[in-house]
């Protein structure tokens, strides 16, 4: 079946600008992740949704950073007033109610300029 | 809070050598071990998993690890490494119940040599 998938899969960005990154879970699952992966701090958690719970944030880096989930599939990551420290690539992941793996996908990559 | 250590950052190995990477991870509470793979260009699989039962768990690619609880390891072991497992491993941990967020390692990034 089809996996998780994000868009874009790459986005350049003047430093200031507003950025909304997109992942679509595999169908069915519950749980949608958001981590970040860069050069200097490696993989990080950010965000955490779970079914209609309230989400877990205690990830974000900033009040810049946030983040939806709609209809308890598709999930949207905002990144406002971007700087250049955001750089990185912006990772989602998806599991199911039961399941504790957790399927990746391949990542937007953000470069702010 | 949860940490995880992997000491190894960069390996080099012929193939057909044996391969361990160290893992060690820090948390109070009963954990779900995991070793993840990125192939260059290629977004992160998982390769192996622990929640409970038998130390000692079989992957893909045959790939294995054991987990030892008194020293808060899970290395990963494969007895013949190939080219193709030219990657970067990385060893993450969540909590058995509650908080899912994986805690990442910083990685290891395996060079196969033919």
């Known amino acids: 079946g089809a996996g998780v998938s994000q868009s874009p899969s790459n986005k350049v960005t003047e430093k200031g600008k507003d950025v909304e990154l997109r992942c679509d879970p595999i169908?069915?699952?519950?749980?949608l992740y958001w981590y970040r992966q860069s050069l200097g701090q490696g993989l990080e958690f950010l965000i955490y949704?779970?079914?209609?719970?309230?989400?877990?944030k205690s990830g974000l880096p900033s009040d810049r950073f946030s983040a939806e989930r709609t209809g308890g599939s598709v999930s949207t990551l905002t990144i406002q007033r971007t700087q250049q420290e955001d750089s990185a690539v912006y990772l989602c992941?998806?599991?199911?109610?039961?399941?504790?793996?957790?399927?990746f996908g391949p990542g937007t990559r953000l470069t702010v300029t | 809070a949860q940490s995880v250590s992997q000491h190894n950052h960069h390996v080099i190995l012929s193939e057909a050598a044996s391969l361990e990477l160290g893992c060690n991870y820090s948390?109070?509470?009963?954990?779900?071990l995991f070793w993840y793979v990125q192939y260059p260009g290629q977004h992160l699989q998982l390769l192996l998993k622990?929640?409970?039962?038998?130390?000692l768990v079989k992957g893909i690619k045959g790939f294995e690890a054991e987990f030892i609880k008194s020293k808060f390891s899970f290395n990963l072991r494969k007895p013949s490494v190939q080219w193709s497992d030219t990657a970067e491993y990385f060893c993450?941990?969540?909590?058995?119940?509650?908080?899912?967020?994986?805690?990442f390692g910083s990685g290891t990034r395996l060079q196969v040599q033919p």
């Open positions: 992941a998806s599991s199911s109610d039961r399941g504790n793996e957790q399927y």
């Open positions: 169908s069915g699952h519950t749980a």
């Open positions: 993450a941990v969540n909590a058995h119940t509650g908080r899912r967020a994986l805690t």
């Open positions: 949704f779970q079914g209609n719970s309230a989400p877990d």
């Open positions: 948390y109070g509470g009963t954990v779900n």
């Open positions: 622990y929640f409970s039962g038998d130390p």
